[in-house]
């Protein structure tokens, strides 16, 4: 198995640009998260998904859109860059477990995309 | 206040020394603990989760303290390749799928 795999691992935008970072699992997960590390703060959660055409909100959805066509793929869209979303942004899928917001579960990350908005 | 909060160290212990490290929540009603480790430049792997009991794993201990919202990792006989960034991860069980991740523990173990 490959696990979480992420797309691009380095990117330069300019400001204003848009482009879609890419994630995918081949775990049979049903749960799927993005998140964005900066210094000092830990990851905060930008989107998540519960299954294959189901997404919602986290703590910082400003400025991404997300889309669950599959189980498979959960691709994350920034739709106009600013500086401020220089970060890097992992992905995150895990088992549902017993109930539907279980978060008992073992989240598997991918490997993280540098991302660099000047 | 932070909703998970952990001392970002560096804390710098020589091999064999015995370390341990504190995160602290703000939700009472929190339910799940875990511990996750991140090398630099990698990804967050899970470490251990933090059971009421209390849990080990081989030279990791993780507690749990619900009375003053605290959880704690200790370390024992630190390898070199224990030197990591440590990640406190509480779910708040505020409803809906929310992890809060603690910003980490930087640690150093020297030879």
Known sequence: NAGVTQTPKFQVLKTGQSMTL???QDMNHEYMSWYRQDPGMGLRLIHYSVGAGITDQGEVPNGYNVSRS?????????????????????CASSYSGQGVMSSYNEQFFGPGTRLTVL | ?????????????????????????????????????????????????????GNEDGRFTAQLNRASQYISLLIRDSKLSDSATYLCVVNPNTGGFKTIFGAGTRLFVKA
Do not use: H, I
């Not at chain 2, 001392?7 to 064999?16: K, M, S, T």
């Open chain 1, 22 to 24: 890419q994630c995918a």
């Open chain 2, 1 to 53: 206040r932070k909703e998970v909060e952990q001392d970002p160290g560096p804390f710098n212990v020589p091999e064999g020394a015995t370390v341990a490290f504190n995160c602290t929540y703000s939700n009472s009603a929190s339910q799940s603990f875990f511990w996750y480790r991140q090398d630099c430049r990698k990804e967050p792997k899970l470490l251990m989760s933090v059971y009421s009991s």
């Open chain 1, 70 to 90: 599959t189980t498979e793929d959960f691709p994350l869209r920034l739709l106009s860059a600013a500086p401020s979303q220089t970060s890097v942004y992992f």
